[in-house]
């Protein structure tokens, strides 16, 4: 089968692969580029492990294919940190002990940067409908949902 | 619709009931493997790739029930880019016998028929061949082109049609053991066992209250986000190196030794990160079939299950049917139980009877009782633990009768259950008379909080509690500690780490020798690199390797003692230590930790401190409380936590709030469990609901926050007082839940999941009733 070439942007760096017209985002993200940051826990769209954003949008990148981010930008959980340090929401999910098993958090911290850049002081019941898309089997999602509202400065 | 208007209601409360105020224990440092995990470096079993690996698929059956008449493979391994194929041909063919799994036994032959199908397929998702290829697509591609002929059987998909004599039996071989007794009939009934106390029958005879229940519950799944993973590399020189997923990276390497039939020391398990287990990943399922595809193709093989094997294939935990009846005496003291248990084990006998049989009256004090318990193999999945497995299922009838006798004596529920409190002494019917437990302080707990004593008004609008136990277990631990030479430790330990122990278990050795949290490096060995450890399971790891943890660091402190004597030719009994600083006892020489470390290579080399731990006694069971207030939609039956407080025993809560979310985690499942989660199944034994879309595991959209108070009586049978956290919380939910529900609706539930029309019609039936 032959390969499309694809160059996109992948947290801030230009990239290119190759990739068959049958494989995800998700499968060239962790089989291909080693971003195995992004977890698979579905792959049908249905628990957000893998959320990533493509031009800032949100999404499952097991729903879309490789070739589709061509042109595009793509943020992973591996883009949130910098040189300075960790990002406020990856600090706080510390904090608060938000993770247990921590294979959901990447993805959690994905959409969640995602609802602050939408979203800077959203409700509890905000934080709560943006990440039913995201699936926790572990917390219980009490600490996850008090980590966003204590990064987004609006704990009660 | 849930109101999440209020975020910060009371939460995070500690009431102490004579435990000790400690330095690090008790405190909540952020967990040593935390960077790791929010940054995405953490490497789980599914990111694991080596030079050479080739993708594994498992071909399932599509039949509930059906006998293997032939399989054919040549088309699979003549499609480009497949290495091999494998079947049940490619296992070793042995004798049966058993396993100890930590938590749980095992057959071998059924384990090895689990793996993949021998004669017979008995569920649908049953493993039947193996394929490795170059990319995971080509392997897919191979599994549609081996064909299998089958001879369709009829299936039986519940517990109580599988136990009777015209059912459909899914073992030849299987017969009854009855009260330890092979009674050589044969049935799909594994195995019945009784515990039995006093003289029941004349205790109901003379009872002034008596009330009952029949409960059905469906199967669940214990739903964790990471799907089982295997890779495996079987080197040329015999060595087999597996890395995945495990609760247990030495039940692992055992199954995986009785299994592929070879020595343990030829089996290297290296555990991954494990994203969720909750009993689940204790049996291994594609490991197995890596190792042979490795064997078979000189090349490393890994294979991830997909979402719907995961439901399909891995276990589940039992569907049930319980009935349960309970009397007291004129007074409101209980006097007399009896259970029948009946769980379903999937298709391989090993349904956790015992433990629901140790669970069901274990809150109360009950002179006179009885407990039938029987595991019944069906065409479902074989059962796997999940989260105080047996405890869930029994916990609600159990509950529901104590709500009835309650109000057939005008009582409190929380009232009339400290009346009936099991405390310290107190016989249970399988015999254990407890030791000091904190079951009594729950509910008092409970009963005084802030939740219980809060008013609820409005229409369709009701309140319920619960309270639910689990008995945890102590098991092998191993733990090995080097200092280094600035004064941190980096601590190995055999258990692996699904929500936090590295912190709990390295908190419990830095407070041992005065230390910090942060000194301590804290990582999980190999099957090569640690002394045996049991499963991370049962609720045992913060207490037994915890444990083993305050030994180790006992020793360290014991071989510290020696090298300062050295250096200040002393004797090692004339040097103390005590709040990090080591001093002789005349006080002219001292040193704290980080000095003296830093001295280790002029005293003789270095410091490595080991343990090793069985607990066999001392280990102490776990209660929680459950406060719930719900909403029911009149017109469509659905339910909405308002509000949800857990209440739980920690003993010592070692880091809160990981304790904390172990009450919160085990709550929203059970929440899940009782109201939406179940396998459906169409006529023909197929589950039609494997994806997380239909099997609809709680959102946080459909939660509020969840209140906690943890309890700490502190356990005497541990050096810091820990009792295990992890399950005791999943018991009660479903039963506060349900009460919550029939109290706002006026009606009597009796069936897992509480689905929207299970509501709706038992609303329906009610009216004549309350119009009445």
Redesign the interface.
């Known amino acids: 089968m032959s390969k499309i070439h694809v160059q996109c942007t992948i947290n801030g760096e230009p990239t290119e692969f190759l990739c068959e017209a049958r494989q995800s985002l998700l499968e060239v993200l962790r089989e291909e580029l080693g971003f195995t940051g992004t977890k698979e826990g579905c792959n049908d769209g249905n628990c957000g492990a893998c959320s990533v954003t493509v031009d800032g949008v949100l999404v499952d990148s097991c729903l879309i294919l490789a070739a589709e981010v061509q042109d595009k930008t793509v943020g992973t959980v591996e883009g949130l940190a910098s040189a300075e340090g960790l990002h406020p929401l990856q600090q706080k999910f510390l904090e608060h002990a938000s993770l247990q098993c921590g294979i959901c958090t990447p993805g959690f911290l994905v959409a969640s940067k995602a609802l602050l850049d939408a979203n800077p002081n959203p409700s509890q019941h905000e934080i709560r409908h943006w990440l039913a898309g995201n699936l926790c089997r572990c917390t219980g999602y009490d600490k996850i949902v008090r980590a966003v509202l204590d990064a987004a400065g609006t704990a009660e | 619709m849930t109101d999440?208007?209020e975020?910060?209601r009371k939460g995070g409360e500690i009431r102490n009931f004579g435990t000790q105020t400690y330095k690090v224990v008790g405190t909540?440092p952020?967990?040593h493997?935390?960077?790791d995990?929010?940054?995405?470096?953490?490497?789980?079993g599914?990111?694991i790739?080596l030079p050479g690996m080739l993708y594994g698929q498992i071909l399932r059956s599509p039949h509930a029930h059906a006998r293997i008449q032939r399989i054919d493979t040549s088309r699979a391994e003549a499609l480009p880019g497949v290495h091999a194929v494998v079947t049940a041909a490619d296992l070793p063919d042995t004798t049966g016998g058993r396993i100890d799994l930590g938590e749980g036994h095992a057959d071998t032959k059924y384990m090895r028929d689990n793996i993949l199908a021998g004669d017979k397929v008995l569920y649908r998702g049953h493993a039947v061949a193996g394929v490795a290829a170059v990319s995971?697509?080509v392997a897919e591609e191979a599994l549609a082109l081996i064909d299998v002929d089958y001879e369709l059987l009829e299936p039986v998909i519940d517990v109580e049609t599988a136990m009777k004599d015209s059912a459909p039996l899914l073992h030849e071989g299987l017969t009854t053991t009855e009260l330890n007794e092979d009674t050589g009939r044969k049935s799909n009934i594994a195995m019945h066992i009784r515990h039995e106390m006093g003289d029941v029958q004349q205790a109901f005879a003379g009872a002034a209250h008596v009330a009952e229940a029949e409960i059905r519950t469906a199967t669940v799944h214990?739903?964790?986000?990471?799907?089982q993973n295997g890779t495996a590399s079987w080197s040329e020189d015999g060595q087999l190196t597996i890395w995945t997923s495990t609760q247990g990276s030495f039940t692992a390497q055992k199954q995986l030794a009785t299994i592929l039939d070879i020595p343990v020391s030829k089996v290297r398990v290296i555990p991954q990160?494990?994203?969720?287990?909750?009993g689940g990943k204790i049996p291994v399922y594609v490991e197995p079939v890596a190792a042979l595809l490795s064997r078979k193709t000189a090349h490393p093989v890994k294979i991830?299950m997909?979402?719907a094997d995961v439901f399909e294939s891995t276990g589940p935990t039992p569907g049930s049917y319980v009935r349960v009846k309970m009397a007291t005496d004129a007074s409101g003291k209980l006097v007399a139980s009896e259970a029948h248990i009946a769980l379903e084990a999937g298709a391989f006998p090993g349904a956790e009877i015992g433990a629901a049989a140790m669970c069901v009256f274990s809150c109360y004090d009950i002179p006179h009782a009885v407990v039938d318990g029987y595991d019944v193999v069906v065409n479902k999945p074989k059962s796997a633990p999940y989260r105080a497995p047996g405890a869930t299922q029994v916990t609600w009838p159990v509950e529901k009768v104590m709500d009835d006798l309650a109000r057939q004596l005008g009582k409190d529920p929380v009232a009339f259950r400290l009346d009936n409190a099991a405390a310290e002494g107190t016989r249970r019917v399988d015999g254990i008379v407890y030791p000091r437990i904190g079951g009594r302080e729950c509910l008092e707990v409970a009963r005084d909080s802030d939740h219980y004593q809060s008013e609820l008004s409005g229409p369709y609008r009701g309140r319920g509690m619960a309270i639910g136990y689990w008995f945890n277990i102590g098991l092998k631990s191993a733990v090995t500690a080097s200092v280094n030479a600035d004064g941190t430790v980096h601590l190995v330990e055999g258990s692996t780490d699904?929500?936090?122990t590295r912190t709990s278990v390295a908190m419990q050795f830095a407070e041992t020798l005065g230390l910090d949290a942060a000194d301590i490096y804290p990582s999980v060995g190999d099957t090569s690199a640690i002394g045996y450890t049991d499963v991370t399971g049962g609720s045992r790891v913060t207490y037994a390797t915890g444990w083993a943890a305050y030994e180790a660091a006992e020793d360290v402190k014991r071989q510290m003692i020696e090298r300062a004597a050295i250096l200040w030719e002393s004797s090692a009994d004339q040097v103390e230590y005590s709040d990090g600083v080591f001093k002789t006892r005349d006080g002219s020489k001292s040193a704290d930790f980080k000095q003296l470390a830093q001295k280790l290579e002029d005293t003789g080399g270095p410091v490595v401190g080991r343990a090793t731990v069985h607990p066999d006694t001392g280990v102490g069971g776990s209660f929680a409380v459950n406060i719930v207030d719900v909403e029911v939609d009149p017109d469509t039956g659905k339910v909405d936590i308002l509000r949800f407080t857990v209440i739980q025993d920690a003993g010592k809560a070692i880091?809160p709030?990981?304790v904390?979310?172990?009450m919160?985690?085990g709550?929203?499942?059970g929440i899940g469990w009782a109201l939406n989660e179940e396998y459906a199944y169409t006529e023909e034994g197929r589950m039609a609901n494997s994806?997380?879309?239909d099997y609809r595991?709680?959102?946080?959209?459909d939660?509020p926050?969840?209140e906690t108070i943890i309890v700490e009586v502190p356990n005497p049978g541990h050096p810091y007082g820990v009792r295990g956290v992890g399950e005791a919380s999943i018991a009660p939910p479903p039963a506060a839940v349900a009460a919550a529900v029939e109290n706002a609706t006026g009606t009597q539930l009796n069936v897992l999941p509480l689905r929207p029309d299970r509501i709706i019609n038992a609303m329906e039936d009610s009216i004549p009733a309350a119009a009445g």
């Open positions: 999440h208007g975020t910060t909540r952020i967990r493997d935390g960077t995990k929010v940054t995405g470096r953490a490497v789980y599914g990111d790739r995971l697509h214990q739903g964790y986000i990471e799907p990160e494990i994203g969720g287990g909750f991830i997909t979402r699904i929500g936090g880091h709030s990981y904390e979310g172990q919160q985690g709550s929203v499942q994806t997380f879309l595991m709680p959102t946080s959209l939660l926050m969840i």
